[in-house]
């Protein structure tokens, strides 16, 4: 743009609106100053997503889930032998109940049934399904809710476990940091093993929660770090790693929009009677020529 | 990835309850002859199903290797056709009207299963309908129960996994070389690409401020 006589009040107007309407638009300029500050924001969860995904790959699923000392124990065949009660009353009050599962919890029936309660919200509140069903169970030899002892997790906890640790201790939990999803309440029964293995045993079915060891703490910070949510909760559908996947999506399409600028303008080809090439191609003639050729 | 929602990846609205709710549920009294009768099984499911055009109370039986029907009042072993398959999945299939079925086959052998399914579920029957997600139902052989249900989105979905993870054949290890290596890569150049600006921006204002 010509200079212009700020004296000249009429033409220095006309310039002025001139420059703001350019500046209010979109140009390259604007884009690669907006890539390189989005390059510096982005570089850090770059750098996590990066270093947590080397550390999953690394140490594969089994020590990601701290299953190195699990072990699925089979189900047992049913064997009702003393007193064996369906609880009707109970059951009816649920709702519609769609499956109604007889299975053994080490050496005693349970009944885990699967029910509908959207007619029926005041009664029996039970565990909820990911397809919008819950679930309650009971026991069979008494015909009340199920509800697993000290001494029956245990057992439970000793099943599952293939290590060679002694068992340690057990505890009662409410909820626990290990296990960030889980409602709980349930027991901790803890191994002595070089992995300091821990097994989480639900108070509601019986049922073997998790393994976890000396690792998991560090694993559940690399998912809270490589999920962006620092919840615990593991959802990958949350606010942040939106933002931050549209926001890198942006900046490589903008990368590429740059490279293939600069792959226009010369900075790939070695000729001097392009633009990008003209610094280079004056510093070789320096050298090849010397100083008297410069000019 | 990260826009598609979980849940609907894994496609629960595509589906609902086709069993019936219980109303005799006084049969689960049949549970310790049942367990004289079949002496090896592990677990016993009272259900009202859908069999041979009408609903029927029957007990999913589940041993160790097998799982089978059988009849709640009798206890013989019910088997399911081709027919009783087809009016499941329309019962099961959520939106209305319900489209037609576009394919329907019963894959027995493990080798033979769709990469989209666990291997393991097989035998299976295989629902597909003729809607705009092509949504399919994967029935177990022998009981009719859902096992999953994939759709359009989760097969995108599931090509998405595999570029993730970088594993190209069975989409499921997720320490394969190829990640090590661009893992290594990226954090390279990350690195290298933080020291520069540190140098261009950070070192030159600095060494300069030195020298004034």
């Given at each position: 743009m010509a200079r212009v006589n700020p004296l000249d009040r009429e033409k220095y107007e006309q310039a002025k609106q001139r420059a703001n309407r350019k500046s209010s638009g979109w140009s390259m300029s604007r884009m690669i100053r907006l890539h390189r500050i989005a390059g510096l924001i982005l570089v850090v969860q770059l750098l996590i997503w990066t270093v947590t995904g080397f550390y999953f790959s690394f140490m594969g699923r089994e020590a990601l889930n701290a299953q190195q000392n699990y072990h699925a124990a089979p189900d047992r065949v049913l064997a009702i032998q003393g007193r064996y009660i369906v609880p009707l009353r109970q059951l009816s009050q649920l709702?519609?109940?769609y499956e109604i599962n007889v299975r053994m919890r080490d050496e005693l029936p349970q009944f885990a049934v699967v029910y509908d309660s959207a007619h029926r919200p005041r009664h029996e509140v039970g565990r909820s399904r990911g397809d919008g069903l819950q679930q309650a169970w009971f026991d069979a030899e008494t015909g009340q809710r199920w509800n697993t002892g000290a001494v029956l997790a245990q057992r439970l906890a000793v099943d599952s476990y293939l290590g060679s640790g002694m068992f340690n201790r057990i505890t009662d939990v409410r909820r626990s940091h290990d296990l960030p999803r889980w409602p709980g309440p349930g027991f901790r029964i803890d191994f002595a093993d070089r992995l300091q293995t821990r097994v989480y045993i639900d108070q509601?079915?019986?049922?073997?929660?998790a393994h976890r060891n000396k690792h998991s703490g560090l694993t559940e910070l690399m998912y809270k770090l490589h999920f962006m949510d620092y919840s615990g909760q593991r959802n990958f559908n949350n606010v942040f790693i939106i933002a931050a996947g549209l926001f890198s999506l942006w900046f490589v399409l903008t990368g590429i929009i740059m490279i293939i600028r600069i792959g226009r303008q010369g900075g790939f080809v070695a000729r001097a009677g392009l633009q990008y090439n003209a610094s280079l191609f004056k510093r070789l003639r320096t050298r090849l020529f010397g100083a008297s050729h410069k000019n | 990835m990260v826009i598609l929602q979980l849940p609907y990846i894994h496609g629960h609205h595509l589906s609902q309850q086709a069993d019936q709710p219980l109303s005799q549920m006084e049969l689960l009294e049949q549970v310790p002859k049942l367990q004289t009768r079949y002496?090896?099984?592990t677990q016993a499911a009272l259900v009202r199903r859908f069999i041979d055009g009408d609903f029927r109370y029957v007990f999913r039986v589940r041993t160790q290797d097998t799982r089978f029907l059988v009849n709640a009042f009798d206890l013989e072993i019910v088997s399911l056709s081709a027919d009783d398959v087809r009016h499941i999945a329309d019962l099961t299939?959520?939106?209305?009207p319900v489209p037609k079925i576009h394919a329907k086959e019963l894959i027995l052998d493990a080798a033979e299963m769709p990469q989209e399914v666990n291997p393991a579920h097989a035998p299976v029957w295989r629902v597909e309908f003729a809607d705009a997600r092509k949504t399919t139902f994967y029935f177990a052989a022998e009981t009719g129960d859902l096992l999953t249900q994939r759709h359009q989105a989760w097969r995108v979905f599931d090509v998405m996994w595999m570029l993730h993870i970088m594993d190209y054949t069975d989409r499921h290890r997720i320490s394969t070389p190829w990640l090590y290596a661009f893992t290594v890569l990226t954090f390279f150049i990350a690195i290298t690409g933080l020291w520069l600006l540190l140098q261009r921006h950070v070192l030159k204002l600095w060494r300069r401020s030195w020298r004034a």
């Open positions: 709702g519609d109940v509601v079915n019986g049922d073997v929660v | 002496p090896e099984a299939y959520a939106d209305s």
